[in-house]
């Protein structure tokens, strides 16, 4: 069963960056519980890994695993945006169960 | 277009030229016949008449001559002389010579009898020439002429012969060359044939050079303009020319790439001036386009965003919110939104934002100040309502206390009174700061109002915890406080309730620790009281009514409403009676009922009953100013009003300085208020009257109703209580209860009003029992003056009160 692999880019430890994390960190619960690593990157701290990834604007998340690559960029607060955004989930879809979720990325 | 052109013109042209050519053709072959013929023609006659002569006389000179004739002419080779059986009547000239040379020896012969029916000839010419017409054949293979002659027998012939009329003798064929004919006409006909096909060819250049100076060339440079406007150069344009139908083409498709250009530049120009970024991104997410507030919002150059992958959800109407680096180097906020548009002809996305960093700051400034003191900074009312209520939603989920503090400056007012209003802010904020100062931080300090603070002390330990807190903010505060005129020793008595204990929810809490700090006021100031359970909250409450009356008075909160009077049955105006309100900044307008009888009960009824008079008087001269007649004004006055002297002195004061009319205003008193000291009350009333007041006994029937009152007392009219109106028409007892007091009224004399009407059922039934006036909500609620005045615009003069007629 594969993790998802995510980074979340924001600039500084502002309330709306902690809002977008918080935001992203009941999603993610909610959704793949602990089948999930999101690493947070602060662009201020390490603009050059920012550069790297051609970060345009914050927050920016980016599922890295399972294929393929996607970005969100935004506040997050939108799960149903997010989660199609991420390529998660097709709009109008249930929410995914855990084994299938898992077998169909792997 | 230009070959083309020139390859149909070169047809036409020689299409033109070939059929000029073939019908000069024809007519040269005419003209050469015409000129052989007529060459031919005399020696024609001539031969036909010497055969004629030759067949009369039998005389062959004359035929010789003209065949020595035919033989020096040119170009004729033949001359034949045929049978009607088409065979050669004779070979030749010599074969005429021998018969000439018989003729002359012998005597002429009669030829043998024709037959009956001649063989058909071959030849149709032939025949046509045996049937008596000349006819012609040209050879041109062989270019020679045939002519065939007739030989029409003479009449003196036809004896001997026995021809008839209708048969012709033989054909006399001449066969000659037209070679030397031709010669003649040709030379005249090379040389119009050549002009004509000149005239064709230069009418057909000049044709070519026309078209192609007027219509070929000024297309080709619409074309070539036009294909400039297509690779983007929409500034070129098609050389200017007469307004004929090109020209004119060329004009109209130079306005419109001139709009076209002008258009797309004012779109470029708002796309490049707008301070929204625009993004056009592509089904698979990539920028294909970015404006440069898109470049400034994002800090990155315009040519590094187009190609990259901005990642926002493709979803028409989604909304979010990004970071943004704004110019000054700080962080901002811009709101994103997405919109499904066409780029290119594919679908695509267009991402609009826009910074937000301003609106949001303003918004959050605004909430702040709507839960914030302005003066001190501390959370307001309501906030720390808020917070009240958060705390103890967790400390009941922790099993923890708090304790909130209430507390109340003393003699504020009096800083406020004499040292002025800079000085008491000046306190306030002192005593804002040493308060948040005395506590831990994570306790909440609040200005409620006024004087007054609360502290939220969360976690605390017990009452004694929280007394030792409160005992310690009080001896803070009474610090001497240096202020910028003068030093000043603030003295704060302190109220404390404890969760859960003393309540469990925020109003409680509140109410509890506002109560004991009441009970330590009275207890003596200057100290802190823990609430405690047998300490009632009414007097508390009052306490603070009190303290909110007298702002009240200061701040001029007092309002007087007028509710209009009307004549029964007629409905015509009679007066006002003058009602007492308060309109509180916080609360609103506040019932009388829940007023009126504190400031009886405090005194502040005098001066406020005066402010009343005084009010109305005013009110009176600037509708009398108007020229409005709004008739008799009724205030209200309370039983302590009457119960002291000073009544009459108050009013003769106000008669004297704010030219009060007594003539234009009544007094309405309650029972209640006269009944303690009848001969006082009437002393006072007479007093009263004599000065041009009318007394009206209002809220009649509720108090204690004795005739005797309406015997002993002065009064000009009788108002019957609301209670009674209100059931008049379902109740009977009330309406029989009202039909006996109006009587009972009208047999002393007195007019009735009844107050309360809200129906037009009542209004009726109160006129049917002979009640004089009426008041109520059925013809107006009580309003503000300017109201009153826009109710009744057309009030004319001369419109006294009822009352005057008694």
Same mark, same amino acid.
């Given at each position: ?5 995510? #980074? ?9 960056? %902690? ?88 | ?12 042209? &020689? ?48 035929? %010789? ?36 040379? *018989? ?42 002429? =045939? ?55 230069? $009418? ?12 070929? +060339? ?99 109407? *989604? #909304? ?7 110019? /000054? ?5 811009? !709101?994103?939104?997405? +919109? ?16 937000? $960093? @301003? ?16 003066? $001190?900074?501390?959370? /307001? ?153 047998? %300490? ?10 009190? #303290? ?8 001029? !909160? ?53 402010? =009343? ?23 209200? =006055? ?80 009788? #108002? ?34 009844? @107050? ?11 006129? &049917? ?25 057309? &009030? ?11």
């Amino acid at each position: 069963m594969g993790k998802y692999t995510l #980074k979340l880019y924001v600039t500084g430890h502002t309330p709306r960056s %902690q809002q977008a994390i918080d935001n992203l960190r009941g999603i993610l619960e909610a959704e793949f519980a602990d089948r999930y690593e999101l690493e947070i990157i602060d662009v201020l701290e390490k603009p050059q890994l920012a550069e790297d990834e051609k970060i345009l604007a914050t927050p920016t998340l980016i599922k890295e695993l399972p294929p393929p690559l996607r970005r969100v960029i935004g506040d997050l607060s939108d799960r149903d945006q997010v989660l199609l955004g991420l390529d998660l989930r097709t709009v109008g879809a249930g929410r995914p169960d855990t084994s299938d979720g898992g077998s169909h990325h792997d | 277009l230009t070959a083309r052109f020139t390859v149909i013109l070169s047809l036409v042209l &020689a299409l033109l030229l070939a059929l000029g050519g073939a019908t000069l053709a024809v007519q040269y072959r005419q003209a050469v016949i015409a000129a052989k013929q007529d060459e031919l023609r005399h020696l024609e006659l001539g031969l036909l008449a010497s055969l004629h002569t030759l067949m009369n006389t039998g005389k062959a000179g004359l035929i %010789q001559d003209w065949l020595g004739e035919v033989r020096n002419h040119r170009g004729l080779e033949r001359v034949t002389i045929l049978g009607r059986d088409g065979e050669p009547a004779f070979r030749d000239l010599d074969t005429l010579r021998r018969v000439n040379d *018989h003729l002359d020896q012998r005597s002429f012969q009669r030829a043998p009898r024709p037959q009956a029916a001649p063989p058909p000839l071959a030849q149709p010419r032939f025949r046509q020439a045996l049937a008596g017409d000349r006819t012609t054949h040209v050879d041109w293979a062989s270019d020679r002429m =045939v002519r065939l002659l007739p030989l029409k027998q003479a009449p003196s012939c036809r004896g001997c012969h026995g021809y008839t009329d209708a048969e012709t003798l033989g054909v006399l064929r001449l066969s000659s060359t037209l070679s030397e004919a031709r010669e003649r006409v040709h030379g005249a006909y090379l040389e119009s044939a050549g002009f004509a096909a000149m005239v064709v060819l230069l $009418t057909g250049l000049a044709a070519f050079l026309l078209v192609r100076r007027e219509i070929l +060339h000024p297309l080709h440079r619409i074309m070539t303009t036009a294909r400039r406007w297509r690779d983007g150069g929409l500034d070129a344009r098609v050389p200017d020319r007469p307004a004929d139908e090109i020209g004119t083409l060329g004009r109209i498709l130079n306005d419109m790439a001139g709009r076209l250009e002008r258009q797309l530049h004012e779109t470029r120009n708002l796309i490049a001036q707008s301070r929204t970024g625009m993004v056009v991104i592509d089904a698979e997410g990539t920028i294909l386009f970015a404006n440069p507030a898109a470049a400034r919002l994002m800090n990155r150059p315009r040519a590094q965003l187009t190609g990259s992958q901005l990642g926002v959800p493709l979803v028409d109407g *989604h #909304k979010t919110e990004i970071q943004i680096r704004r110019g /000054n180097g700080e962080s901002g906020v811009a !709101e994103l939104s997405v +919109h499904a548009t066409e780029w290119d002809g594919q679908p695509a996305h267009l991402v609009t934002f826009h910074d937000v $960093t @301003e609106r949001q700051q303003a918004e959050a400034d605004a909430r702040h100040r709507a839960l914030h003191d302005a003066l $001190t900074g501390l959370p /307001n009312r309501v906030r720390f309502h808020d917070l009240l209520e958060r705390a103890i939603v967790r400390a009941a989920a922790q099993g923890n206390r708090l304790a909130v503090l209430f507390i109340d400056l003393d003699r504020f007012k009096e800083v406020n009174d004499t040292l002025g209003h800079a000085a008491g802010d000046e306190l306030l904020r002192a005593v804002a700061r040493r308060l948040r100062e005395a506590v831990r931080d994570t306790d909440v300090v609040a200005r409620m109002s006024g004087d007054e603070f609360t502290v939220l002390l969360d976690g605390i330990g017990d009452r004694d915890k929280a007394l030792d807190v409160a005992e310690k903010v009080r001896r803070r505060l009474a610090e001497p406080a240096e202020l910028s005129s003068q030093t000043l020793n603030p003295v704060a008595t302190i109220g404390v309730s404890l969760f859960p204990e003393d309540g469990e929810d925020a109003d409680t809490l509140l109410m509890r620790a506002d109560t004991a700090m009441y009970h330590a006021k009275e207890a003596g100031r200057n100290c802190a009281h823990a609430f405690a359970a047998d %300490q009632g909250e009414a007097a508390s409450r009052r306490f603070r009514l009190e #303290k909110a009356l007298q702002r009240a008075q200061a701040n001029d !909160e007092f309002r007087l409403f007028y509710q209009p009077q009307v004549g029964l049955p007629g409905g015509e105006w009679k007066g006002m009676e003058a009602l007492l309100r308060w309109e509180d900044p916080i609360d609103g307008l506040v019932s009388p009922a829940d007023f009126i009888p504190l400031l009886e009960e405090t005194g502040m009824i005098h001066e406020v009953g005066e402010w =009343v008079f005084r009010r109305a008087a005013a009110d009176l001269r600037r509708w009398r100013e108007a020229g409005q007649a709004v008739g008799r004004v009724w205030v209200n =006055v309370s039983a302590r009003q009457l119960a002291t002297d000073d009544l009459v002195a108050r009013l003769d004061r106000l008669i004297r300085e704010d030219g009060l009319a007594p003539e234009q205003v009544g007094i309405e008193l309650t029972e209640s208020g006269v009944a303690g000291d009848i001969a006082h009350s009437v002393a006072v009333l007479d007093r009263l009257r004599q000065r041009g007041f009318q007394i009206a006994m209002d809220d009649f029937g509720t108090g204690y109703s004795a005739l005797t009152f309406l015997r002993q007392l002065p009064i000009d009219e009788v #108002k019957i209580d609301r209670a009674f109106v209100h059931g008049i028409t379902e109740n009977r007892e009330d309406h029989h209860l009202i039909r006996a007091i109006i009587a009972m009224a009208h047999g002393l004399g007195l007019p009735v009003l009844a @107050e309360g009407v809200e129906t037009a059922d009542q209004a009726e039934l109160l006129a &049917a029992e002979g009640c004089d006036a009426a008041q109520g909500f059925y013809y107006a609620r009580p309003g503000p003056a300017d109201e009153l005045t826009r109710l009744r615009p057309e &009030a004319g003069p001369g419109l006294p009160g009822t009352q005057q007629e008694q």
